[in-house]
């Protein structure tokens, strides 16, 4: 079964800095993809970036890029430039590509300071 | 805007009423998930509809009963429910190619008395 983890329940980072947000996860599938969801306060899910398990390079999105270590089954998100808005949980998701089930860490609540 | 819409938004139910979620979708997906957020809990898997065929059932309760009558529309119908079932309940839809990305509503936030 697919499991993600996600080890920091909060992360606080200073406006216009970066930040690196954890993401580890298990699979035997070799086809899968790799998500990160903002959820504000207000709750809706946004979608920020994909990574595929095939992928050479590691994805990025404007001010989001995602640190893909494929050997470590690590997906960390990093975020650069902090804005106040950029506060809210995130969370990292997995999906095999070969079935619709999609998975997700317990997320990190994240706070810009300004 | 994300092109999925539930409502209600909010809903508070007693124990012995019946009541239901609906989510809708104009995006021309063909895949179409039910989440339980509970506080403090990851994001759980609930339901799994792809061509109106349920392809995956997270160990759910019976007194959740999901209905997909067409692509667009996904219908979760509560009865006898418990207090620890109040939660945002997230309804998602994908279009069925392998980086398809799920699109999610706002959440229907129910609390059970």
């Known amino acids: 079964a697919q499991k993600i983890t996600q080890t920091q329940p909060g992360m606080f980072v200073q406006e216009k800095e970066a930040v690196t947000l954890d993401c580890t996860y298990d699979?035997?599938?070799?086809?899968?993809?790799l998500f990160w969801y903002k959820q504000p306060s207000s709750g809706e899910m946004i979608f920020l970036i994909y990574?595929?398990?095939?992928?050479?390079q590691n994805a990025t999105e404007g001010r989001y890029s995602l640190n893909f270590q494929k050997a470590r089954k690590s997906a960390n998100l990093v975020i650069s430039a902090s804005q106040l808005g950029d506060s809210a949980m995130y969370f990292c998701?997995?999906?095999?590509?070969?079935?619709?089930?999609?998975?997700f860490g317990a997320g990190t609540r994240l706070t810009v300071k300004p | 805007e994300t092109g999925v819409t539930q409502t209600p938004r909010h809903l508070v139910m007693g124990m012995t009423n019946k009541k239901s979620l609906k989510c809708e979708q104009h995006?021309?997906?063909?895949?179409m998930y039910w989440y339980k957020q509970s506080a403090k809990k990851p994001l759980e898997l609930m339901f799994v509809y792809n061509f109106k065929e349920q392809t995956e059932n997270n160990s759910v309760p019976s007194r959740f009963s999901p209905e997909c009558p067409n692509s667009s529309h996904l219908f979760l119908h509560l009865h006898t429910l418990q207090p620890e079932d109040s939660a945002l309940y997230l309804c998602?839809?994908?279009?069925?190619?392998?980086?398809?990305?799920?699109?999610f509503g706002e959440g229907s936030r129910l609390t059970v008395l």
């Open positions: 990574q595929g398990s095939y992928d050479q």
């Open positions: 998701a997995m999906r095999e590509l070969n079935n619709n089930d999609m998975r």
């Open positions: 699979t035997s599938d070799p086809s899968y993809g």
């Open positions: 995006l021309g997906h063909n895949a």
């Open positions: 998602a839809s994908r279009l069925d190619r392998n980086t398809g990305e799920l699109f």
